[in-house]
């Protein structure tokens, strides 16, 4: 991406739901469907009365989410293409401009009929995911970007170079088939989840995005590697902190060379907020936002709506904690704030009725 | 059960709701009460849209469920007769035929007011669930299997024979009791889960199979072990899968010798699917087939609705991941599909809501 | 509090909603506002079909429940005041009329803007749940007891003591801002929650319970502490029980020693009943009923309404498990039962879906 290119992709990422449009946008019909939009404006009617401590605007909104299909560790809603399309209108109503594929496929579960992937193994889906996003992302005027395909041999050997070669073929078919067809198509997400320990990776992203951006005509790219603070732990494991966090110095040590790596290829970085502890958030988001200025990569947060500190892994963020999140992000003149993710842990449909609660709670904020 | 009833019995087994009866039963009403039709009927509705990449007529339909009281570790939903009758309707909506009842008590927690148990110290449950169950199967025309009682000395023990002493009185005052009274009771299912190291289940199953025949003049029964697989793990754990996973030649050893213990006294066998692989399923089911052919017991398989793969134990099942596993049942030549278990991970009354999306996926994939 | 005080605050606490008012209150309405009456009414129409096998004579109704809001472990429900405007009604239909903040907040996470708390590096909550919660008390004409703040520093270091500096601005605080302005402030929650081996607790009880008392004229207080039973592990361990359960004996010679210290000033006691088995519960019962009457102590159950039993941590109580509970209360002659807790696991609108369906077949058996 040249700079032109770069200045305008990153004022893109900026339009926000509530600071760009107003809050009155919020409540007004979208016009395409009566029956829908009422059953999405009726999802808000139990407010009103809550008298809150704190502003809004103190807070970086949520404009983008992940679409978490396939998931990894968090149970699937099986939806089908109508429960998706009232998600992209709850997502839009609350502000949400830009979808991202969490990643094309896991290992033999994958999003598409990809004739490659098919061809190592993969089970065929039964329905065509990809397209289905890309149509519904069409229809709503979002932003899709392409989460890259992750065959489990990072998460088995450490080695992310591995999916270099499984990527390439993917990059290939999915922007032949999907890229130059749907105009939502706006970019790629580079899915491998990293730490700063994962130093192989630069040159693993490095031709990643390369590929990607070549493919495209330069679309814009981005990542989101989690920071290795005390609460970076496995899923499946118990303990609820890390005894060995990571210093914030050591953190900018290890990023600045990673950045430095990879700044011509990668032009953003969303850090996940969830591993670090919330008196900690500041001290990262402000070494975060100099590492990118540094090295010219637009700074983003990824906002996680889950809860990384109960017993059950994993349920819906308290709205406090979100809130303490992305007023942080805004101190720290952070650009956008993506969230892991809408459709589990802040719909109005989730299987999880706290997250359409959480959604109500943000809504009504935002609005205050 | 001599051989022609044997035959009869295989053949009422092999009716299944969707290949047996036609898709259109499905969206008819049952005439029985219009509120519940329309309840019914309506779960269904948000679909239709979907473009599925693959035929229904490669999977083989569920056609019979467990009811999973007293339940072992899935928590309770706490329903009462008016939803359990709803439940029936949503199973018969969706071509389901048998119910069988997991186990009669577990411990000291049971089902009906058995006056055996209760001398044991069991405790009085506060409704006569046997009794309400046999009720609703008399109602929805469907095969009732009684699971026998689980005292848990098996699994503090590991010695399966003591539940012979447990369930003789069991069985007697079952049948005495229900089994004469209501037309829906069909067969008996030994409810010890076991799997191919369990070898001193031979005489134990052997004894409890000739028990139940002889007390109800030949009524079928089954069995559903488990495959000592790659996910064989206890729900408490928190490892996903396990490294000495059992060759399929060594299941296949192991499970001629029992088959051959128990082939006069137990007429089917439905091998749990959730412990193995996907790309595994071929391989044992292939086996299981030829296993249970050769010793003229017919074969089922239990597919698991809840998923293995999830730090959350135990939630619904991707939709997908169901597909495969009754497709390969299908290629398998297996005769029926029972699951573990509708009413948690399939219902549209679920309180996981995950699962009544897991009912419209299926529902309108099996009518696609 | 001096006896007579004592004697009427017995007596208060005794009131019980099925009990006292009758069941018939249950079924009217409370006549301000309809919409929400029709909402709470028709919460429990899905009944009356149920043949009972046993009494609601025989069980100690519940009144009383914590709110738990700031939850430790338990996931967070994200509601506003209407959500929680409702779950009063709920509580009220169902005979509550005592509810208990379960804590003024814990480590950073406060439920009031408390200058003292913020000034110690605590983060200002959204709204002021503390005067939502004693608002809606006052409206629903409910006894509220203040829970103290919980800084962490007994989880972490084993010294209950720390908790007395903390708590002494915080009681001042809270009895001049609230305490004197709503008239359901009713009584002190001494929060730490111990069990026999936390024997340094004698003292930060009595000084704890002795300020509490002497700023609030001689308010009520009490104390839940856990039996150190076989169930007495961490939500986040995957053990289901623990091998060294304390005996009744030790359980009575630990807590006689306790009470003692604390009897001046501590007026009632309710045990958590959820870390002993059922058949354990007659014998702690008449132990615990022996002990608080030799010492003066209002003998209570704190009634857990969720399940210890199962994987996932945690999930509403299987209603027959809870009935053995008050039916053993009962017997002991407790005085009162409260329960942790009413708003996730028993609650028509909790996000557990299990936890209506708990409601509707406690208020249908207790109408029976």
Chains 1, 2, 3 share one sequence.
Not at 231 to 243: I, P, R
Not at 284 to 295: C, G, H, M, P, T
Request: with cysteine; proline share 3%; glycine share 6%.
């Amino acid at each position: 991406m040249n700079k032109q290119n770069r200045r305008k992709f990153l004022k893109q990422t900026m339009q926000t739901g509530f600071a760009g449009v107003g809050a009155s946008m919020l409540l007004s019909s979208c016009g395409q469907d009566v029956e829908a939009d009422s059953q999405v404006d009726n999802v808000i009617t139990m407010n009103g009365k809550d008298r809150f401590l704190v502003k809004p605007a103190h807070a970086l909104p949520i404009t983008a989410t992940f679409i978490d299909e396939i998931s990894h560790d968090i149970p699937h809603q099986n939806w089908g293409e109508a429960e998706w399309d009232l998600d992209f209108r709850y997502m839009q109503k609350m502000g949400i401009n830009t979808v991202i594929l969490i990643r094309a496929g896991y290992r033999k579960f994958i999003t598409y009929p990809s004739a490659y992937l098919l061809s190592k193994g993969c089970y065929m889906p039964t329905v065509d995911l990809l397209d289905m996003f890309l149509r519904l992302a069409d229809k709503y005027s979002m932003h899709f970007y392409f989460g890259l395909y992750d065959s489990g041999a990072y998460w088995d050997t450490g080695d992310l170079y591995k999916e270099v070669e499984h990527n390439k073929p993917v990059i290939e078919e999915v922007w032949a088939k999907y890229g130059s067809k749907y105009k939502s198509f706006a970019g790629w997400y580079i899915s491998g989840e990293i730490s700063r320990k994962t130093k192989g990776s630069i040159r693993a992203f490095h031709e990643l995005g390369n590929m990607c951006k070549s493919m495209s005509n330069d679309l814009p790219t981005f990542i989101s590697p989690w920071i290795d603070g005390k609460k970076a732990v496995m899923a499946s494991s118990n303990s609820l902190s890390k005894s060995d966090a990571v210093s914030v110095r050591q953190h900018e040590e290890d990023w600045s060379e990673i950045f430095d790596g990879i700044k011509d290829v990668i032009d953003a970085c969303a850090f996940q907020d969830g591993h670090i502890d919330y008196n900690e958030l500041d001290a990262f988001f402000s070494v975060n936002k100099q590492l990118a200025d540094r090295y010219g990569i637009a700074c983003w947060t990824n906002a996680e709506t889950f809860d990384r500190d109960m017993p059950i892994k994993f349920m819906p963020i308290k709205f406090d904690k979100l809130r303490l999140k992305l007023e942080a992000a805004k101190r720290a003149n952070y650009e956008k704030a993506i969230t892991f993710e809408f459709s589990h842990f802040m719909s109005p449909q989730s299987a999880y009725k706290q997250a359409g609660h959480l959604y109500d709670r943000y809504v009504q904020f935002m609005n205050s």
